[in-house]
């Protein structure tokens, strides 16, 4: 198996919006894994102070970059999104609220989709790379499609996201929805 390392820009400066694009595609594409999956993650209050959030480290060929998963939960309304970070933005999420509509902009079409996703939702990056700023920052991911509808429970949407961002996850992971905060 190749080994991978994190690309680094090259000497000819690339703008800085390009490099961290190529630096997600290039995340995206490798196979990860999460630090810790076997052990039950520590839930903690999340920033917003709504829920609780567990953070997992994202490891490629077994090497830590800094990127990780984090799950925020607000287990009182059995909702959670699933975050993968790259230098402390989110690039890609899933939102598992059944009562949460997205509305993406005029420009989904382009992308084949809908201006209103209802419910639960993936904003995968290649619909979201027209957001970066050309100083390599993100406000907000805009572009969302639905989940299968195959993705009912805690488990499945950790799988499914895991499997879209090409993170292995094991069966005998140790994620579990925190519902004993309930």
């Not at 520590?42 to 994202?58: C, M, N, P, T, Y």
């Not at 050309?134 to 805690?154: N, Y």
Request: glycine share 4%; charged share 25%.
């Amino acid at each position: 198996m190749a080994s991978w390392t994190r690309r680094q820009p090259p000497l000819t400066a690339m703008p800085i919006k390009d490099s961290f694009i190529d630096e997600v595609v290039h995340l995206l594409n490798a196979q990860k894994s999460l630090a810790s999956f076997d052990v039950p993650p520590q839930w903690r209050s999340a920033r917003d102070g709504v829920g609780v959030e567990a953070k997992f480290i994202v490891e490629v060929a077994g090497t830590q970059y800094g990127d990780k998963v984090t799950i925020v939960a607000v287990p009182s309304e059995k909702t959670f999104h699933i975050n993968l970070i790259h230098r402390d933005l989110c690039v890609s999420r899933l939102d598992f609220d059944p009562m949460q509509p997205h509305t993406n902009t005029l420009r989904a079409n382009d992308y084949r989709l809908p201006l209103i996703v209802s419910g639960k939702h993936f904003h995968r990056w290649s619909h979201n790379t027209r957001f970066v700023k050309g100083d390599g920052t993100l406000d907000r991911l805009l572009h969302a499609e639905e989940l299968p509808v195959s993705v009912q429970k805690f488990d499945q949407a950790l799988r499914w996201f895991c499997s879209e961002i090409k993170i292995d996850l094991p069966h005998g992971h140790a994620i579990d929805y925190p519902s004993d905060l309930l």
